[in-house]
């Protein structure tokens, strides 16, 4: 399968802890996105890289949590002293830069499967 | 925060007919997307139109922007059982990278 991959699917821990997710972009993708979804909601957008560099972050993402993308291929996203409010399925997109910024904005993004986090 | 907001929250019609929901957002926009989520595939890309766009077609899906009004309108010719998912409209807001999605319109089709 050569779409994006997400590990873990499904993280159960208790509050307080931290937990760390991985995702696998498309290989020749250097745009990569990370998103929050919780029930009866559109997914909310946290950080984008391209390549190794983080370009821009919301203000959802507070100092708790942290992303990276070392080498410009996966990232991770860690969530530290983990609350219940965290519990949601985080998300992560990549795609292709085929659009001039000035052309058009974003192009359109391709997603995994998930991860599932439950803090209880 | 959600740029974007679907109309109606769920809608459910007969295999066959058609299916129409809206799209309303905040801010000027570069493009709007439209994307499918359901259990079985997770979130799905099915259509762009640029904001120089007014229609555009893609197989059974048929995508308006009127962005005078800000709106947008995605119409499914001719349903599916396979089309029961959720539908979200996304917008880049003016100029960021990251979507903005709406909360989404819950298609169920009835065999």
């Known amino acids: 399968d050569t779409g994006v991959s997400q590990d873990p699917r499904h993280k159960i821990t208790k509050r307080g802890q931290n937990v760390t997710f991985r995702c696998d972009p498309i290989?020749?993708?250097?745009?990569l996105y990370w998103y929050r979804q919780t029930l009866g909601q559109g997914p909310e957008f946290l950080t984008y890289f391209q390549n190794e560099a983080q370009l821009e972050k919301s203000r959802l993402l507070s100092d708790r949590f942290s992303a990276e993308r070392p080498k410009g291929s996966f990232s991770t996203l860690e969530i530290q002293r983990t609350e219940q409010g965290d519990s949601a399925m985080y998300l992560c997109?990549?795609?292709?830069?085929?659009?001039?910024?000035?052309?058009?904005?974003?192009?359109?993004?391709?997603f995994g499967p998930g991860t599932r986090l439950t803090v209880t | 925060s959600q740029q974007g907001e679907e109309d109606p929250q769920a809608l459910s019609i007969q295999e066959g007919e058609n299916a129409t929901m809206n799209c309303s957002y905040k801010?000027?926009?570069?493009?709007l997307q439209w994307y499918r989520q359901n259990s079985g595939r997770g979130l799905v890309h099915l259509i762009l139109i640029r904001s120089n766009e007014r229609e555009k077609h893609s197989g059974r899906l048929r995508v308006t922007l009127d962005t005078s009004k800000k709106s947008s309108s995605l119409l499914i010719t001719a349903s599916r059982a396979a089309d029961t998912a959720s539908y979200f409209c996304a917008t880049d807001g003016g100029g960021a990278d990251g979507l903005t999605f709406g909360k989404g319109t819950h298609l169920i089709i009835q065999p």
């Open positions: 801010t000027s926009i570069n493009n």
């Open positions: 997109a990549s795609s292709p830069v085929k659009l001039p910024r000035l052309a058009g904005g974003p192009g359109e993004q391709y």
């Open positions: 290989s020749e993708h250097n745009r």
